[in-house]
């Protein structure tokens, strides 16, 4: 008898594997209902004199990056310092500050990573050159890779006399 013959049992009715059935496909569904609710979003009730306010907290709150965490802006992040951020960039909004005031109190604060577009200058022009330049060396590198196969390919096909001599004669003997 095989070791898997062992856990099977033998005889399985058709209701005993109906009522298996559902009972795998209950379990199945209630976790992925709890795993769905596990997942919530950070809720945070502000009231706000008008719905521009309420249309620029929601805008800064996305293209402003959380210090903590790796690629989640300030509106989908649940960290504390998330949190914290929100409540500044709430209370900033309140005081009438412009958008490029909270921004710049924020990089003074935080540093160039909290921004998602970083601006340009000195310190962060690698951000933005850095892909062109790896993608033109790329488009380089490739171009001179294939015109090296292609001179290659071109000094196979010459034959010297030898060569072609001992093909005349393979191919005369046909």
Sequence with gaps: MSSLMM???????GAALRRLMRFLVSVML?????????????VDIFQ?????????????SKELRCPKCQNQNLAD????????????????????KSDQEIIDFMVYR??????????????TLILWFAPL????????SLVVVLRKRSKVKASELNLSSH?????????NKK
């Design 7 to 13: 856990y099977v049992p033998i005889h399985i009715n």
């Design 30 to 42: 209630l976790s992925a209902i709890w795993l769905n609710n596990v997942n919530a979003g950070p």
């Design 48 to 60: 706000f004199k008008d719905e521009t306010t309420k249309l620029r907290f929601q805008l800064l």
């Design 77 to 96: 992040s649940n960290s504390k310092i998330a949190v914290d951020l929100r409540k500044n960039l709430y209370n900033l909004l309140q005081e009438g």
């Design 110 to 123: 935080y540093g160039d990573f909290v921004l998602y577009r970083p601006q340009m200058k000195k310190q």
């Design 133 to 140: 330049i790896i993608l033109l060396g790329f488009i380089i």
């Design 163 to 171: 060569e072609q001599t001992n093909l005349d004669d393979i191919l």
